[in-house]
């Protein structure tokens, strides 16, 4: 396994780093033993260079609160979000808590939707 610094830019004076972790429910049944899985909450936390050391700051200098939780629309209130223009970031780095397990796949399937061309960290056939 390789570490995420390999694979971060080597200038990161310019990043957003984004952190998130969505918590869902299981409300479609598609048979006795399935179900799909809906998001209901994406909590999100955030830090630049200026900011990454330190434990808790609450405010960053550059883009304020550095925790946000959307609940309405979770998928897409994230990627609006993510897309918001911030003039001192040239690049935002999307982090999922469980992007193996099945936080990425919401993302996904909602950038193919909105025809988005996405850049993916793999490992062989896994998203990392």
């Excluded at 310019?14 to 909590?43: G, H, I, R, W």
């Excluded at 946000?68 to 897309?83: A, I, K």
């Excluded at 936080?103 to 490992?123: G, R, T, V, Y």
């Amino acid at each position: 396994m390789r570490t995420l610094k390999d694979d971060l830019p080597s200038d990161r004076s310019n990043v957003l780093y984004v952190f998130y972790d969505f918590e869902t429910t299981q409300k479609t049944k598609y048979s006795e033993k399935a179900a799909l899985l809906v998001p209901d909450v994406v909590c999100v936390q955030q830090f630049c260079s200026q900011c990454e050391d330190e434990e808790d700051c609450g405010e960053c200098v550059r883009f304020g609160q550095r925790k946000h939780t959307f609940w309405d629309d979770p998928v897409g209130e994230l990627l609006l979000y993510l897309r918001q223009p911030r003039p001192w970031a040239n690049k935002n780095v999307a982090i999922a808590h469980k992007a193996k397990a099945f936080d990425l796949h919401f993302i996904l399937n909602k950038a193919i939707i909105l025809k988005w061309k996405s850049e993916l960290i793999m490992s062989e056939l896994k998203i990392m």
